[in-house]
Structures are given as C-alpha cells and as structure tokens.
Nanobody, 117 residues
Framework: QVQLVESGGGLVQAGGDLRLSCEAS????????WAWYRQAPGKEREWVAT????????HYIGSVKGRFTISRDNAKNTIFLQMNNLKPEDTAVYYC??????????WGRGTQVTVSS
C-alpha cells in the first residue's frame, strides 16, 4: 500500500505561484513514474504531469506546459509541482500518485489550489 500526503496548496491571485509537495511512503520501491493529477469542481479528475524514474523525463498536459514543472527528490520520496503564472482555470484539488492511472489503488486527500481572477 502507498501512502500519499499532498501539501502546498492555497489561495493565490492570477499570475501567482505555488509549489506543491507530495510525500510518498509505504510500498514505493517498485514505483518508477509519478504524476500529478487534478480535479476541478464538477469535472473529472485529469492527469497534469508525469516524471520518470530518471528524473529528466517529464510530460505535461498542454494547458500547463511552460508554466508548471514537475520534479522529484528520490532520497526523500517527495514529488514536487512548481506552478507559475497560475490561472483561474487551474483551480482544482491536486493529487499526486503513481503513473499510469491503471496502477493507482487509492488516493490521498489532495491539496486545494484556488486561483482568483
């Protein structure tokens, strides 16, 4: 079982920045790729970004490319999401988890990000 604790969310104005963190623990030794996902009010949860085990391989959903950066600290089992130039449409609860989705067995509580216009 994997335990995930997301943090770093908050309320910011459009154009502001936030840095999310996700501490992973439990059965994570076999996990290679990690991802951030988000769920906006009234919408399905969507994938946002992925980082591979080599740390340098990253992928992003088109709407956040150039604004968000995913990174990881393997020594601390922590995954980060630096979010710059936030937009109101980025408002959502953000979750980290394994990638791909079919490997996910449970979700953490997530962290709320609210961007005001």
């Amino acid at each position: 079982q994997v335990q995930l604790v997301e943090s770093g969310g908050g309320l910011v104005q459009a154009g502001g920045d936030l840095r999310l963190s996700c501490e992973a623990s439990g059965s994570i030794s076999s996990i290679n790729a990690w991802a951030w996902y988000r769920q906006a009010p009234g919408k399905e949860r969507e994938w946002v970004a992925t980082i591979g085990g080599d740390v340098t391989t990253t992928h992003y959903i088109g709407s956040v490319k150039g604004r968000f950066t995913i990174s990881r600290d393997n020594a601390k089992n922590t995954i980060f999401l630096q979010m710059n130039n936030l937009k109101p449409e980025d408002t959502a609860v953000y979750y980290c988890n394994v990638f791909p989705v079919k490997r996910i067995k449970s979700w953490g509580r997530g962290t709320q990000v609210t961007v005001s216009s």
